[in-house]
């Protein structure tokens, strides 16, 4: 009888094991996986500058007059130098009257005209300062440079980074002794976009002005990354 147990359990055993079998993956095509990076370096060819004449008195009607006599200058001195007058825009407006929280007591009037000029011709960007500046703006709070055509720079970047990654790919599958094949896949990998390389800030008051500001605008770089799987041989 266990002799009878003991061959129906070796039976069994065989059975189970003539039914498995060890699956092994076949690749059907070997690959390479490479990144490649393409950057390009524009310099910008447009500004935007946003300036302001501040004027303060006791009377409010003083202030704003002052002030509007002033703005006028300022805007026929920008328009002289060069900048057409449709790139003046009104940024803001604004009349405050001081007020001391100690003696709970009100001050002067404070009238600030803020104007953006938008810049296509950067030689123009220190003698429009200056010019400004001389009529009698009294504040420079921004000085922005920036590439006007951008696709064009990141067509130029992707163009590099593929032709990086097909480099990068060639080189790995001549040293391992293949030959390339062709890309089976590729996509572009999201980054931050530019970044800036250099550009110029002024923040200017009536006593600052000089002969000629020193102004530079810089470029930016335009950056681009993919990943690319190809085929080796």
């Known amino acids: 009888m266990k002799k009878t147990k003991l061959s129906a359990a070796l039976f069994l055993g065989a059975m189970l094991l003539t039914s498995c079998s060890v699956k092994q ?3 059907s095509e070997r690959t390479v996986s490479v990144q490649g990076t393409g ?60 007020y001391n929280y100690q003696t709970q007591t009100y001050g002067n009037y404070t009238v600030t005209n803020q104007i953006k ?8 960007t220190n003698k429009i300062i200056d010019e400004a500046i001389k009529a009698g703006a009294n504040n420079v709070s921004q000085l922005d440079f920036f590439v006007s055509d951008t696709n064009m720079a990141y067509k130029q970047a992707r163009t590099m980074a593929v032709q990086n990654a097909q480099e990068a790919a060639n080189l790995i599958a001549g040293a391992s002794g293949a030959k390339l094949g062709k890309v089976l896949s590729i996509k572009e990998v999201p980054s931050g976009r530019s970044g800036w390389v250099g550009n110029g800030f002024v923040a200017a008051k009536a006593e600052m002005a000089a002969p000629e500001t020193p102004i530079q605008g810089g470029s930016q770089e335009f950056s681009v990354v993919v990943d690319a799987v190809y085929e080796i041989k």
């Open 117 to 124: 000029i938008a810049l296509k011709d950067l030689s123009i």
């Open 25 to 27: 993956v076949q690749y």
């Open 39 to 98: 950057v390009i370096t524009v310099e910008n060819d447009n500004a935007i500058i946003v300036l302001s004449v501040i004027t303060r008195d006791p009377e409010s009607t003083i202030a704003a007059a002052a002030n509007a006599e002033k703005m006028t200058k300022v805007q026929d001195a920008i328009i002289a130098s060069g900048c057409p007058k449709d790139s003046l825009t009104t940024q803001n407006y604004i009349i405050n009257q001081d």
